[in-house]
Nanobody, 123 residues
Framework: QVQLVESGGGLVQAGGSLRLSCAAS????????VGWFRQAPGKERELVAT???????YYADSMKGRFTISRDNDKKTAYLQMNSLTPEDTAVYYC?????????????????WGQGTQVTVSS
C-alpha cells in the first residue's frame, strides 16, 4: 500500500528555517511528481511547490525565493526547505504524489496524500 509520511515540522521563530521531508513507500517514486501543499486554519488548502518526475520545479508566487523543493529518488524522499519563515507560513503542510500528467498545480492531479505535518511560526 502506498504511504507518504511527512516529517520535519515544528515551532520556529519568524525568520527561521525548517526542512520538511516526505518519505514515500509502495510506489515507483521516480515516476511520480510530488507537490507540497499547505492549509492554514480556516483557509483552503493551497499549493506551495511542485517537482516533476524529471526534477522541474514550480513555486507559488509567495514562496518564490524562500522555499526550495527537491527530491532524492534513491531515498524515495522529497524535501521542502523553507527559509525566512513568517507567521503567515503557519499551516499544516502536506505532500502529495501524482502520475496523471499535467501541471500538478491543483489538488485533483494527485493520487496520494500524506497526513500532514504542522508548521508553526511565532512572531
Amino acid at each position: 500500500q502506498v504511504q507518504l509520511v511527512e516529517s520535519g515540522g515544528g515551532l520556529v521563530q519568524a525568520g527561521g528555517s525548517l526542512r520538511l521531508s516526505c518519505a514515500a513507500s509502495g510506489l515507483t517514486f521516480r515516476r511520480y511528481a510530488v507537490g507540497w501543499f499547505r492549509q492554514a486554519p480556516g483557509k483552503e488548502r493551497e499549493l506551495v511547490a511542485t517537482i516533476s518526475s524529471l526534477g522541474s520545479t514550480y513555486y507559488a508566487d509567495s514562496m518564490k525565493g524562500r522555499f526550495t523543493i527537491s527530491r532524492d529518488n534513491d531515498k524515495k524522499t522529497a524535501y521542502l526547505q523553507m527559509n525566512s519563515l513568517t507567521p503567515e507560513d503557519t499551516a499544516v503542510y502536506y505532500c502529495a504524489a501524482g502520475s496523471r500528467g499535467g501541471s500538478y498545480t491543483t489538488m485533483n492531479q494527485y493520487d496520494y496524500w500524506g497526513q500532514g505535518t504542522q508548521v508553526t511560526v511565532s512572531s
